[in-house]
């Protein structure tokens, strides 16, 4: 599943370093030559499982022993540990939005692609891996949230979120269900799946310079359109219409819909499979925005592989990612391990003939909001999930606003 990593505290990982994936190590057969090189990635459990033929394949052309290390947590945080004491991977494959912490603390190099390799992937990928104008990682995957919708239930996509209440709201008044949707809040807010209603209805995180870029110095939390957007989020809450409640979390929302008891769903790509296995009827498409307000935006999340500037193996490291990522076959092999639109174009055309959901994924995110990866960002998560779960709660929206607002400021200007 999707979800951002929110924390960047320091943990131990010198064990992790020496027992990690000891078997994926390539071999040498009887009499022949031992690698020159050694090469070590690290991924998450099914981004390692996808990457292990190819990078024997890989290995094997170039007589390199390719080491691919599953990370099963923390891997972000774990990264940045390794990496400065010298014991990282040379290549780390994450979420764009680390970008800023990573190049904060010194872990990671910018690439070098050639004008025909960035045009081969989306706009909006190689949008999310550039910082500071540089080019920072290379992009496979993108993301985005999305209304699913139980077609048995919900035969109709509803045009707005007041539609959407009361189709289910209505079904929950029949007896057929028993959450009127299922949006993870939980008991720390989750400001990842709440952005696209608190864009709606007219509220902000972060301003934009004239380049584009994110403003840090611009924080909308508490300005005005965002505190009148979260009065209409608490209205949505648990003294409200009840749509959204602290009881669908993180562990739950997507069982909540697979197992019946709501007809709506706001996720992502991570979902499906789940809902496949449940046998659950199902369809895909915007999530939708406030009655009058503005057209919800997602926030648009880019998966990528990036070069450790402490690697042992830069010169490999960048041969890997620049030249030999950027084909498709690698690009459709990590979709077929956790199907999410390929970043690649020409790996794009080859998934959505046979996986119709492509399509319906990317014109949800379109118009979406590029996830930052700024370091202040860092700041943002906990505070901002804080004060959504405490107004879905009750809470009083402007002091519970504000206070969000200092303790973010004042992370963000230490």
């Not at 009887?30 to 390692?48: F, M």
């Not at 959450?179 to 799946?193: P, T």
């Not at 449940?278 to 998966?303: E, H, L, M, S």
């Not at 118009?367 to 700024?374: D, M, Y």
Request: hydrophobic residues 45%; contains cysteine.
């Amino acid at each position: 599943m999707r979800i951002p990593v929110r924390a960047f505290g320091v943990l131990a990982v010198a064990a992790l370093a020496l027992t990690a994936c000891s078997n994926d190590t390539k071999t040498p057969e009887a009499g022949s030559t031992a690698p020159a090189a050694t090469l070590t990635i690290w991924a998450d459990d099914q981004r390692a499982a996808a990457l292990k033929p190819f990078a024997t394949q890989f290995g094997t052309a170039n007589h390199v022993d390719v080491q691919v290390q599953a990370v099963s947590k923390d891997l972000q945080t774990n990264f940045v540990t390794a990496a400065q004491s010298g014991k990282g991977p040379d290549i780390v494959v994450g979420a764009h939005d680390w970008i800023g912490n990573l190049v904060q603390n010194g872990t990671i190099d910018p690439i070098q692609l050639a004008d025909s390799q960035k045009s081969a992937f989306a706009e909006v990928a190689m949008k999310a891996v550039t910082f500071n104008g540089q080019v920072y990682g290379v992009p496979y995957a993108i993301e985005n949230l999305a209304l699913i919708r139980n077609t048995d239930l919900a035969p109709n996509a509803p045009a707005s979120i007041e539609d959407l209440v009361a189709a289910g709201k209505a079904l929950k008044d029949a007896g057929k269900v028993t959450n009127i949707m299922s949006l993870q809040v939980g008991q720390n807010g989750d400001a990842y799946h709440v952005y696209p209603l608190f864009t709606s209805a007219g509220g902000y995180l972060f301003g934009t310079k004239p380049n584009g870029d994110y403003d840090p110095a611009d924080l909308g939390v508490n300005k005005p359109q965002s505190v009148e957007a979260f009065k209409k989020i608490a209205a949505l809450g648990e003294k409200g219409s009840g749509a959204l409640t602290r009881s669908v979390n993180s562990d739950n929302a997507i069982p909540t819909f697979t197992g019946g008891k709501t007809p709506f769903l706001i996720s992502g790509p991570w979902a499906v499979a789940d809902i496949k296995k449940a046998g659950v009827k199902y369809d895909i498409t915007p999530v939708p925005g406030f009655a009058g307000g503005k057209a919800a935006q997602p926030f648009v999340g880019v998966q990528a592989f990036y070069v450790a500037s402490k690697g042992k193996s830069k010169a490999l490291a960048n041969e890997f990612i620049t030249n030999y990522l950027t084909k498709p076959e690698l690009q459709v092999a990590l979709y077929q391990a956790n199907p999410r639109p390929p970043a690649l174009t020409a790996a794009m055309d080859q998934v959505k003939d046979t996986d119709p959901d492509i399509e319906k994924w990317l014109a949800a995110g379109k118009g979406g909001a590029v996830l930052p990866a700024i370091p202040a960002m860092a700041a943002v998560w906990d505070p901002f999930g804080k004060a959504e779960s405490a107004i879905v709660g009750g809470a009083d929206v402007p002091s519970t606003l504000a206070g969000a607002s200092k303790t973010i400021t004042d992370a963000i200007s230490k």
